[in-house]
Every structure is written in structure tokens, then in C-alpha cells.
């Protein structure tokens, strides 16, 4: 629902941008005009002034008193006589200005008392505030700190981090929501910050809205994939692919890669042990033409030469359907619209109902506060469910947000099934905690973990990012098979 909220939304937005960059536009040229206006009277005053025999000096004093009070003497000249005329317009425009300003001013100040205040900034910031409304506050670009409840930090993220530490002390009370490509949201020691990346909640929100369960159910669980591009917005797409199209024990759903993976694989290295294999070509997608007509889906990710693409795709091949993360708004014009499956990343991804939302991350430290208070090491409460995330580190913060996300999933299959999540058959636990190991097994190979015995004797061992439970379901001992029911029966008693 709230996708389709956005889907709706982003229409307005990109009109908004359009006329946003003419109003960005007009402003300068309106900029530009006042400050001409107001200094057209001194200069002609003071050439009309030094015209008449004044020095230079008197004539610049004498011009600027005309700003302020009524010259009664006669005119020397009428560049004098004009200026005289315009210098008090002038004035009483600059005044008019000031009080506006003082209103913006005002306004953001009366808003800050809000409890759902928002205050925005950054170049991007005007789709933010229309759909934020009145609880949306402008701080500008690079503006000073602006009182308010929660900010969102939407500029280039040095600029984000520069504003954050230069009013840190202030900041701390506060929740504050910072656009970062380069950290993952885990990975922040202060409790009141938030770190978001599009691309990321593009890539999550994508496989949300067009899962692909019941085209695997259909399929026997065997599927291509192809994307076209890769990039930042490629590895974090594929990345959460890997952890929720996860929906049967023997899948086998093959992603197609036509971009450059040497990065990905490389920081990677584990990737192979994912059952899913993740192929990458080196020669362009139009030399492997059956595979796009075969695939069950063909994702465009390419934002550079979109719209060559896309004209070029529609061509050569007769699919009937092909998703688009959408760079352009031409695409709209084209003739085969209807083949396109358009997924509006950039607007989703900024709409203030995803940043602001904190669903996920509540929902994984409840899961961490439940595991850790059925063992007995807590009891369950608001103030402990804070108290005890922080004590966590990255990675094992990452591995409840993973755990949580693909809940959802889980979800949706036992909807498609007709089953009620209250109401879990043996044989149906037994399968989802299977698919669950399945996936608490990939999200350790992506961060590089490895099947290894510790000398220590104990199950793993973190320095040397091994597990010895990194093996098939049915390898496990009853025990640890026992551990991941339990994971799936706690996950399906939290809403």
C-alpha cells in the first residue's frame, strides 16, 4: 500500500522537478534583478553628483542618504533627480524582503514545536517537502542548524557528515536520517542516527513489490534472471536477492549479469557457495538474445544511455514484459509503454514514509531482545530493546535486520498458500526452517564467512569468519535444526 502510495505520488514529483528547476531558475534571474534595482539609484546618484562638481566621496555619502530619508535640495541633474525617485523604492523593496524572510523564518520556527516536525536538507530537498507538507522545514543547502523534531541530511554525504559532526552536541536528542552510499545502516555507534541509501531501499522495496514466489511456484522453482547494468544500484539489488528470493530447498534461480562484477565478486569471495548461481558477461547483452526472450525476468538497471536501450530492447526482442528502474521520463512517450514494467526508484526511495520509517530495524531489535530474553539474559522492554542493540556489533546487527526483512517473505508465501502464520503443520515448520538456514547460510557467505571447524571447539570463531553450521539443512544435528524452528516460531510471534 505504502508502494502504491508513492507510485501515485511520484507523478506530482516529477512535474514537481520540472517546475522546480524553473522556479530554481527564476529565482537566480529574480536574485540578480533585485540586486541590480537596488544599487541602479547610487549609482546614477553618485555619477549625477560628481557630475555637478561634487568629489567622489560626498557624492557616494550624499546617494546613500537618499535611501533613507528625502533629499530636499534641488536636482543638479537628472541622473540626481531619477535617482532621488528610486532610492526609497529601493529601500521600501529591500524592507519587503527582509520581512519576508523574517517570515520564512517564523513559520520554520512555529513548526519546529511540532511533534512530527521535519526539518530537510540538501539540493534534492523539494520533493521531500511537498510530500512531507506542513511539517516540512527548508534548512537550505548548506544552512545553519534549524530547530526541529527529526532531519533528514539529503545532500552529497560529505556534506551530510560535515553538518552532522558540526552540530553533533546538538543533534542529540534528536533522530537524524543522513543519506550515505558508502556505510550500511548497522554499522552507526550513535543511537539518534539513521543511515539511508536509495539505491538500497530501491533494490529492497523492488523485490517486496514484485516478489517472485508465485512465478517460481509456477516454475518449479527454476528461473532467470537477467539484469542490464549493474553498478551500485545492481550490487544492491542482487544482493538482496540473494537473501529474499529464497523459496524452496532445491531452487535454482540463475541471475544473469550484463555489467561490469569485477567489484562485487571481489569483495565477495564466498559468493560461489550460494546455491543461486550469479553468472557475468563480458560481452553485451544483444549477443545472448535467447537468453533475454527466455528469462522469466529482465530487469534494466542501466541509467546512463536508458532511453537507447530501451527502444533498442523493444526492437530486437518480443517479451512481453521488461522492469525498468526508470532514469528517464521519455519513456512515458514511447509507443511500446505498455511492455515496460516502470519502477520510479529515485521517487520512491525518497519518499519520507520509507526514510522515516523505522518498521524494519523495530522489528529486529525485538527479535534480538526476544532471542536473548527466551535465553534469560534479559527481560523484555522498550528501554531494554534499545539498550541491547547497542551493545551489538555491526554484522550481528546486520544479521537481525536480514532476519527481519525476509520475514516478510515468509510471510507472503503462507498467505499464497492460504496458511495462517498462527497455524504452523509440522511438516510446514520444518520447511521454513529449512529455508530460513538457507538464509542466515547466504547472508554469512556474503560477509564472507566460510564452513570451518574452530580449534577452540566452539561453533565459530569471528576473527577467522568461520562457522562449522554453514552446511545442508540435513547435515545439521537435531539441535541445531531445533535452533532454527525456534528462530522461525519467534519470528512468526512478532507482528
Known sequence: MMYMRAVLASRQIAR???ESREKDMRKKITKAIQIILFITPFLLGTAGFVLSGETARDSAFITLCMYGMEYQDPTPNVLVELSRWTAPLATAGGVLLIFSKLRRRLTAWVCSFR???VAVYGPDREELLVQLGGRGIDGGENADFINARKYILFGEEKDNFDFY????ERLREKTVYLQSQSLPAQTVADSGLRLFCPEDTAARLFWKEHCLYKTSADRGHQLRVVFLGFGLLGEKLLFYALQDNIFDADQRIEYHIFGDG???SSVHPQLGSVSDPVIFYEEPWYVHLPLLEE??????LEQGEQLTLIRDLLTVTVRERIDVFSAVEELELLTDRNRLQIFEWREVSKNPDYILSDVLFERAKRIHLRYISDGGAAVESADAKDEEWKKLDSFSRSSNVSAADYHEVRLLMLREQGQSADRITPDLLEKLSELEHIRWCRFHYLNNWRYGVPE???????ALRIHRDLVPYAE???GEKEKDRSSVRLLLSIE
Open 16 to 18: 514537481y522537478k520540472r
Open 115 to 117: 511533534r512530527d516536525s
Open 165 to 168: 559532526r558540526k552540530y553533533r
Open 262 to 264: 569485477t567489484y562485487f
Open 295 to 300: 528469462a522469466d525476468m529482465v530487469v534494466v
Open 456 to 462: 577452540n571447539g566452539k561453533t565459530k570463531d569471528a
Open 476 to 478: 545439521l544435528t537435531e
